[in-house]
């Protein structure tokens, strides 16, 4: 499961009731990152090691019980070893145990004391009858003894450190004994394996407070951040939302019914406005079973919530839980957040608004700081034939634009290595074939010709509307050059059509094609079958409907991804499907070539992206770590990177050589729809259900800008050839054209903003909308611009 690429490395410790405890080896996840610069889970002074300790606890019948979440806090400089919950029926155990309750009560720890008591199912009037402190006999005093010297039993409170635990990546409490009405299952240590097991992750639901103390431990802490200072005030806001979902869950989980309703009705409508439809589905959570089968409990609870948090609030914060003795809340931030500390002065509401609102919280910082390679790849040095007329603008403007379709740049000129490149063979691509080349050169000379937009010289916009398209258009796309637009339709069907005189053909059948002189020069004329010759093609294959298309730049093959879990490669020599590539195991909403061809990239609704070759049924490399349906895929211009955008409202960008997310964008308040690369490979522009369209530079992992003006979901976005206009097409009938230059000059990317992620956006989107064009009733689906900058948009025309 993707989310569980999120999680942290643990180590489970299996506990006997006499001997050490052993330990077990530890689970491989993806780690990287957990400690690093942050503080993750940290007790009050930091570091530590997130470790689940577990302990069996015999009932009645010596019934197994899973381990639970009371975190026990060592002193300083004890070896971190929990200490196990014997059986109550053993005298020697039952003395262990009276010991071990005198002693949490000479320490005044009332809640540890009375957890422990119901686990063993202990009468008040047992431990009364035992005597006071220090009146215990020999062999019990001198067990409690022992048991001071090696195990941590005090109960979580925060006032002392947290000890270092090797083995273990990040900082954390180390859980002890299991509390509360727990169901059955593995006595000791709780498996870990490669799929959550669903009772292991609810297992830290179990109960640690009294039900009826939690609205007012929220409240209290409510409280003490409204009234505190305002520069602290906005930052430990962000603390609300993961405290109220983790409570919530914590009561519902423990069959808690009246208390957690009653939680989630006080406090549900103090969140912000952009968790409403994380809400809604909990809300719909009011029993224990509900739990076990809902994702987005799951995807909360094995990816730890991000906070990024100046270190002077996060201090006032620890000083106030300390002073309250809020073990509760404490232990979920211990437990359940990753808080990453930043030096410095705390963030404005401005400023962390803009950034937060995915389902895991902020990105780390640690995840933004790989080098990635933006720069474009040199283009292969090709003789281009001139014609006498045109030898003068060629030589000028044409004979330098050696730019491969969609990254067409003005800051091309230059046929040195671009510094921030890859290099040229860090990925293998395929080698040009003698069309590739002549297509490059008719590209040239359209460049030629190409209008150089600006504010003052806007493009024009063709409109493609569908009519009657009653099976539903669910997907569109165009060739580079602009020759073929394909349509994918709920029904199943692909529709290509050509938007030139020039018709569609497929290649003659065998037996004719033997006929033919191979040696003629107009050989590829003759292979066609003019009997075939019509304006639209239909390719049938997919059984659900057909979510993304994609031509390869070659304008040879086409690509179709589709409900039935398959993507598709169709020829358009002959109109035929020749490869199905499964390997989803739900809808896949979008696939997308390569620029340069043969590989191609695919998103759907399993949460993970995959990387193909052509002529390779399985995949090459799988994206996985979204903790939504992966709704959008883009190449970067180089080919050597790939950008997902997901409903968890993040966007990731993912290494292609390895397969790594090098990139993590939070900011969007809703699902990513859309996602386009300028042509020089710097930014990437993101389009989302909240109607924004954010900027992005790659090479520092910042937010550089944010258009505001659409109303409903961007569905399309494209950068113009030479990247001075960005188009956006929404589900609001509108398109939109922006002004990317002024967007991107004077970019504020200097050390501190980069180390501690203070973006200041400018309120400038009146400024850079340079014109909005509607549509009668046609939500826009796809953008295009020419070779010679034109914009095509296309859409289906919907009555309302």
Known sequence: MAALAEEQTEVAVKLEPEGPPTLLPPQTGDSAGEGGGGTTN???????????????????????????????VAPAGAAPVPAAAPEAGAPHDRQTLLAVLQFLRQSNLREAEEALRREAR??????????????????????????LSRVTASAPGPAAPDPPVSGASGSAAVSGLAT?????????????????????????????????MYEEYYSGLKHFIE??????????????????????????????????????????????????????????????????????????RTSKFVLRISRDSYQLLKRHLQEKQNNQIWNIVQEHLYIDIFDGMPRSKQQIDAMVGSLAGEAKREANKSKVFFGLLKEPEIEVPLDDEDEEGENEE???????????????????????????????????????????????????????????????????????????????????????IAGGFADSTVRVWSVTPKKLRSVKQAADLSLIDKESDDVLERIMDEKTASELKILYGHSGPVYGA????????????????????????????????????????????????????SGGHDRVARLWATDHYQPLRIFAGHLADVNCTRFHPNSNYVATGSADRTVRLWDVLNGNCVRIFTGHKGPIHSLTFSPNGRFLATGATDGRVLLWDIGHGLMVGELKGHSDTVCSLRFSRDGEILASGSMDNTVRLWDAIKAFEDLETDDFTTATGHINLPENSQELLLGTYMTKSTPVVHLHFTRRNLVLAAGAYSPQ
């Open 227 to 300: 009234c505190s200072l305002d520069c602290h005030r906005a930052e430990l806001s962000q603390l609300f939302y993961p405290l109220f979902v983790h409570m919530y869950l914590e009561l519902v989980y423990n069959q808690h019914e009246n208390e957690a309703k009653s939680f989630f009705e006080k406090f549900h409508g103090d969140q912000e406005c952009y968790y409403q439809d994380d809400l809604r589905v909990l809300s719909s959570l009011t029993k224990k079973e509900h739990m076990k089968g809902n994702e987005t409990m799951l995807d909360f």
């Open 550 to 601: 994609s031509f390869s730049p070659d304008r040879n093959y086409l690509l179709s991804s589709s409900e039935d879990g398959t993507v598709r490669l169709w020829s358009l020599q002959t109109f035929t499907c020749l490869v199905g590539y499964k390997g989803h195991n739900y809808p896949v909403w979008d696939t997308q070539f390569s620029p340069y061809g043969y590989y191609f990239v």
């Open 42 to 72: 940290n007790g009050p002074n930091g570091g530590g090691g997130n470790v689940a300790a577990s302990s069996s606890a015999g009932g009645d019948g010596g019934t197994p019980k899973p381990s639970v979440a009371v975190s026990a």
């Open 122 to 147: 202990l009468l008040e009037e047992a431990v009364a009858g035992s005597g006071a402190p220090g009146e215990a006999d020999g062999a019990g005093a001198e067990t409690a003894s022992a048991l």
């Open 398 to 484: 044409g004979k330098p634009k050696k730019k491969k379709p969609k990254k067409d740049s003005i800051g091309s000129k230059s046929k040195k290595q671009d510094p921030n490149a890859p290099p040229q063979n860090r990925i293998p691509l395929p080698e040009l074939k003698d069309s590739d080349k002549l297509d490059k050169i008719m590209n040239m000379k359209e460049t030629t010709k190409r209008v150089r937009l600006g504010p003052d010289c806007l493009p024009s916009i063709c409109f493609y509307t569908f009519l009657n398209a009653y099976q539903g258009l669910t997907a569109v796309d165009v060739t580079d050059d602009s020759s073929l």
């Open 180 to 212: 509360g009405p727990a169901a059955p299952g593995k006595v000791g240590s709780v498996a870990v394996e490669d799929q959550p097991d669903v009772s292991a992750v609810l297992s830290a639901y179990n109960q640690q407070g009294d039900p009826t």
